[in-house]
C-alpha cells in the first residue's frame, strides 16, 4: 500500500498527494519496526541487532523534511482548499 501511494504521489502534482505519501509512509514504518523490537524483546533495542538501526531510522522518517503534525496541517490545508 505504501509503496503504491508513493508511486501515486510521485505522478501528482501537489503538495498534498506527497505529504500523504510522507506521512502514511513514515507512520507504517515506524509502526512496522516497532512491532519487530517487540518480537525481539530486551535485544530488539540492541545494536548488536539491525532491528534497532532500523527504528531508529523509521523514527527520523517522521521528522526528516517536516513531522507528521506538520504533514497533517499540510494535508487539511490542501483538503479545505479544493472543497472552497
Given at each position: 500500500a505504501a509503496?503504491?501511494?508513493?508511486?501515486?504521489a510521485a505522478r501528482a502534482s501537489t503538495t498534498g498527494a506527497s505529504a500523504m505519501a510522507k506521512l502514511f509512509c513514515s507512520e507504517m514504518a515506524m509502526a512496522v519496526t516497532t512491532e519487530a523490537v517487540q518480537i525481539f524483546g530486551g535485544y530488539g533495542y540492541m545494536r548488536d541487532y539491525p532491528v534497532e538501526k532500523?527504528?531508529?531510522d523509521a523514527k527520523a522518517t517522521e521528522i526528516y523534511e517536516g513531522t507528521?503534525?506538520?504533514?497533517?496541517?499540510v494535508i487539511a490545508r490542501e483538503l479545505y482548499n479544493d472543497g472552497s
Open positions: 509503496r503504491s501511494l508513493l508511486e501515486w532500523l527504528m531508529r507528521n503534525e506538520i504533514q497533517r496541517v
